[in-house]
């Protein structure tokens, strides 16, 4: 029970960290308008900003939430559903969603497996400082479904930390609020019977991957 808090605790600590940025510019442009200072960039900034927040929130809330979308109703999370939230959640930033139609991919995923995707596309993104590609591949195969996700870009990097807190069996203090949501992965990757993968050649190129038993599979 005390793991359980603390992650909970990590894990509110990072969404507020990813919230308080846009929110804070929603403020201060907000403040501005009460000072009648608010000019047409000021205005610009709080509709980005506020978009952003909104963006981010259906992300999390899918992401890391008990319920939410459609995947609470039926127990699955659409594929659609899925580009969509993730198209939005990286929108603005320096990393651009690619994610390729395929015949081998399933219509919808579980919803516990849909998380997992979710979370592999963030961890993606954060290993372009310098922007580039994230490219999603998901496939129907006869021992289940896979997951691929990658990052490439000039100076991509996998970082330790992450690496470290995607492991199963780290420890909790090696978990902090900037790796949380690895970790959290992981263990929604475990509870789906899977498990994440990373490879990290030094092609300029992360790769993230998971592939989970034919009773967690997606449907076509």
Known sequence: ?????HLAQLLCS????DLV?????????????????????????????????????????????????KASAVGTLSLNEARELAGEMLAGGKAELEW??????P???????????????????????????????TAA??????????????????????VTALDPDAAEDAVSARTVHAYFAQVLARAEGGRIETSDEDDGEIRFMALFPQDKGGRG
């Open 1 to 5: 029970m005390t793991a359980d808090i």
């Open 14 to 17: 990072r969404l507020c960290h």
């Open 21 to 69: 940025g846009p929110a804070g510019a929603v403020n201060a442009g907000l403040e501005l308008a009460e000072e009648g200072d608010l000019d047409g960039d000021a205005l610009d900034l709080v509709t980005s900003s506020a978009a952003e927040v909104t963006r981010r929130l259906a992300f999390f809330r899918i992401a890391f939430g008990a319920a939410g979308g």
């Open 100 to 105: 390729p139609d395929s015949s081998h991919a």
């Open 107 to 137: 219509d919808s995923l579980p919803a516990g497996v849909g998380k997992v995707l979710l979370l592999m596309i963030l961890l993606a993104s954060e290993c372009l400082p310098r922007g580039g590609p994230v490219t999603v591949h």
């Open 141 to 162: 195969l006869p021992e289940g479904v896979g997951l691929a996700v990658s990052a490439q870009g000039v100076g991509a990097v996998l970082k330790a930390d992450l």
